[in-house]
């Protein structure tokens, strides 16, 4: 995959996010007013245990009841919608996702960058505008109605920081100091005290969405990579090992060791569920992109995950590619999104094929888009972005309008016709059937667009 130069500050923003969701690790300097990612500093928050491949998080342990049969219960009731959230990082350029292929402005804007109406395929419910080249699976999809494309999404007073963006969308809100994410508010209403796969980070990290102040989330780099690892140990000696552990999780009179038996005994309770993924694939009923990345082998496993019944319910991923594109900005976004489509493809045909469409909505976005006017190569950070809701179940229509670029902000940056808060306040009510007050501040101020069918 193509790389192109990114700034300091999406590197800094990266590496951050990457250490706050270690255990034991401190964080690396940042500049004065930027927000940390929320789960950052939580009071009560610990880790339970960090393995090769999981980072099991738990936050109010004082409050927590982690019972080894709690999973099991949670799987055992009414399938619950899913809701998936996969992240372009670094700001993906907008007016190249959808261009405005006949727009003498918008040649005029970009005499390097521009894509010629033969690029791509035409978007039909803008025909002024054209699908990325690379995008052609996504169009497929939008051709049968399963895709709806905020064109311009964003916020109002937008911020052109990585640090700050990222962390709005995060936590849902345009608020530097909130430190628990949207869909981690949202369990914290709506989920188990004894369910950590309700909220998945299918990802080495934790994603700040997904940071909660009350019930356990999880985080697995893959479902096969769930393992605890010990050196020179393998084979029938492991497994005696393994059930050893396993045993440890017995209530006990102490409280301190008995919380530590508890989550003990979730951690095994998660390896003997997520033990059948072991091995080189999981049986897709479809094939996923064979490339150099491991973002199509976690969407597999997700949908044999989904498979399996096991409780999920909040996901969240990122997807390949560097989209912080202030140069050589062709080739790699070309690449970026070339397997993120794809792959993005691959799983919504295994969900179809396997029966799960309908329980199951993704959500594409990024911190922001891109600065209308090139700068030879590249382009610098904009305003509205644009964004995807992929599903059976998505209504498949256009949410706010392309604003054109004959009209830029002050900064030369593509306007907002949608607000992500608003798309956050109708994903929780029309779609996992929660109250959005009680999740968004403000809820009440923002309009909802219709996304669900």
């Avoid at 690379?134 to 911020?159: I, N, R, W």
């Avoid at 006990?252 to 989550?263: E, F, H, I, T, V």
């Avoid at 594409?364 to 888009?369: I, T």
Wanted: aromatic content about 8%; hydrophobic content about 40%.
């Amino acid at each position: 995959m193509a790389h192109c130069h990114h700034c300091d500050e999406f590197s800094r923003a990266s590496l951050m996010r990457r250490t706050a969701a270690e255990a034991g690790r401190g964080l690396p300097a940042i500049e004065p007013g930027m927000p940390v990612p929320a789960g950052t500093g939580l009071d009560r928050r610990s880790f339970v245990t960090r393995t090769f491949g999981l980072a099991l998080s738990v936050y109010g342990i004082g409050k927590l009841g982690l019972f080894e049969e709690g999973i099991a219960r949670a799987a055992s009731g009414p399938a619950q919608p899913v809701l998936v959230s996969v992240f372009l990082p670094g700001g993906a350029d907008a007016l190249s996702v959808l261009y405005p292929a006949l727009d003498s402005t918008y040649r005029k804007l970009r005499p390097t960058l521009a894509l010629g109406p033969a690029a791509g395929p035409v978007f039909s419910e803008d025909t002024r505008l054209h699908w990325h080249p690379s995008l052609q699976p996504l169009a497929t999809l939008h051709g049968e109605g399963k895709v709806s494309v905020l064109p311009a999404v964003g916020y109002t007073h937008p911020d052109q920081s990585h640090f700050t963006s990222r962390h709005f969308w995060e936590v849902g809100a345009t608020d530097a100091q909130l430190v628990s994410g949207w869909m981690g508010r949202y369990l914290d209403h709506a989920g188990s005290m004894d369910n950590p796969l309700q909220g998945l980070s299918l990802d080495y990290q934790l994603q700040p969405s997904l940071a909660s102040t009350k019930v356990p989330v999880a985080s697995v780099a893959a479902p096969e990579e769930y393992s605890f690892w010990a050196p020179g140990v393998w084979g029938d000696v492991e497994q005696r090992m393994l059930d050893a552990l396993g045993s440890l999780g017995a209530p006990r009179k102490d409280p301190y060791l008995n919380q530590a038996a508890k989550a003990t005994a979730q951690a095994d309770r998660l390896r003997r569920q997520l033990a059948p993924f072991a091995g080189e694939g999981y049986g897709s009923p479809v094939p996923y992109p064979d490339v150099d990345d491991s973002f199509p082998h976690r969407l597999a496993g997700l949908a044999a995950m989904l498979n399996a019944n096991l409780p999920l319910r909040c996901v969240a991923i990122t997807a390949p590619g560097e989209y912080d594109t202030h140069s050589d900005q062709p080739q790699a976004l070309a690449d970026g999104l070339d397997v993120t489509a794809r792959s993005l493809l691959a799983f919504q045909r295994d969900l179809e094929a396997r029966g799960l469409a309908d329980r199951v909505l993704t959500l594409v976005w990024s911190e922001f888009g891109r600065r209308a006017e090139e700068n030879g190569s590249g382009t610098d950070h904009g305003a509205a972005g644009s964004g995807f809701l992929i599903g059976t179940r998505a209504r498949g229509q256009m949410v706010g309008e392309f604003p054109g670029v004959d009209n830029l902000d002050d900064d030369g940056n593509l306007h907002a016709t949608a607000d992500f808060r608003g798309v956050y306040c109708s994903l929780l009510e029309q779609w996992l059937g929660e109250d959005a007050t009680a999740v968004i501040p403000g809820a009440g101020s923002f309009s909802r667009p219709v996304l669900v069918k």
